[in-house]
């Protein structure tokens, strides 16, 4: 199933940062590329914070990533959203999946998975199926050992595509490529593919940066579209900041952490120059801001700035 059509005006951008740990340069990139795209067209940003993981999710960096937006000029026109308030909702759209028949109750753990599971491109295992095709009595057994199950969605043997920004085309048959896949953890939280499709859709959110490895998580979130009844959104998925090949940054990476970017180069815009550099946005490292960037950023060209658009080595 091809994705509609590009969004036209008004473009809505987000920030979606989790409040784990402070931002580093992969964060920073990614937030610059979504400001760029929205505010090229005229558009509009929204702040979200990710904070579906209660138990890693911690209120003083909510507030920290806030202050960081803000000093490095990144701006935003709604919010700060939150995810932790908005059980209600999340739970509203699971009915409506439920209403058709979708969902599941599935028991495997994590080793199961691993155990049962096809490798898939070394993006993510492919779901087998095991807990679809229990009998009621299958079901019974296992809701009698006191275990929690989690919520699976049935995905169909279909092909959804999309024409991504930067990547280009990709296409994922959702049966073989991916198997059905978790709305609710075991732990009654929401997932991340519902939650996100919820959100983006209320909040208005129609142009989606972020990177790469998320890739594979968009023809699941188009099929909650879909389901939902509602709109699918422009995407582009940006290549990682590596620490080294192969090896994402992280929040663990002190050297890329917020803090330890301003003492090695000074100022915001020194930080925001030197992401721009490295990464491509801009032909110098030189210092500057978000808004001396988007003077010659060109949308059209977004493609061609990054020849390995898989990853990016932080230097």
């Known amino acids: 199933m091809e994705a509609a059509a ?3 005006a008004p473009v809505t951008g987000r920030f979606a940062p ?3 740990g402070r931002m580093h340069a992969g964060n920073i990139f990614c937030a610059l590329v979504a400001w760029l795209v929205a505010k090229s067209q005229g558009g509009r940003m929204v702040l979200r914070v990710e904070d579906l993981d209660r138990e890693r999710s911690k209120p003083h960096f909510a507030d920290e990533v806030q202050r960081d937006f803000e000093a490095l000029g990144l701006t935003w026109d709604a919010g700060p959203f939150f995810q932790h308030d908005r059980d209600e909702v999340y739970q509203s759209a699971l009915d409506a999946l439920d209403a058709q028949g979708l969902l599941y109750p599935c028991w495997c753990t994590r080793a199961d998975l691993h155990a049962a599971s096809a490798p898939h491109r070394g993006e993510k295992p492919v779901y087998a199926g095991t807990c679809r095709h229990l009998s009621e009595r299958e079901r019974a057994e296992r809701a009698a050992s006191g275990r929690a199950p989690a919520t699976r969605l049935m995905v169909p043997d279909r092909t ?3 024409h991504d920004l930067i990547q280009g085309d990709y296409q994922q048959n959702l049966a073989t490529e991916c198997g059905d896949f978790l709305v ?4 009654e939280a929401f997932a991340y593919q519902l939650a996100v499709v919820v959100d983006d859709a209320a909040q208005g959110v129609n142009s989606v940066v972020r990177g790469m490895d998320l890739l594979c998580s968009t023809p699941q979130q188009m099929y909650l579209q879909e389901l939902l009844k509602l709109p699918h959104a422009t995407y582009a998925h940006v290549p990682l ?3 080294e090949l192969n090896r994402r940054l992280s ?6 952490a917020l803090d330890e970017l301003l003492m090695r180069f000074k100022t915001p815009a020194g930080v925001i120059g030197h992401i721009a550099g490295i990464t491509g946005l801009a032909p110098t490292t030189d210092p500057a801001t978000p808004e001396e960037l988007l003077r010659d950023f060109d ?3 977004l493609p061609a700035l990054f020849p390995d658009k898989v990853q990016i080595l932080w230097r």
Do not use: I
């Open 6 to 8: 590009h969004t036209v």
């Open 251 to 256: 929040k663990r990476d002190r050297d890329a």
């Open 299 to 301: 949308l059209d060209k």
């Open 160 to 162: 959804y595509a999309l």
């Open 184 to 187: 609710r953890r075991a732990d």
């Open 241 to 243: 900041v590596v620490g």
């Open 18 to 20: 989790s409040p784990t």
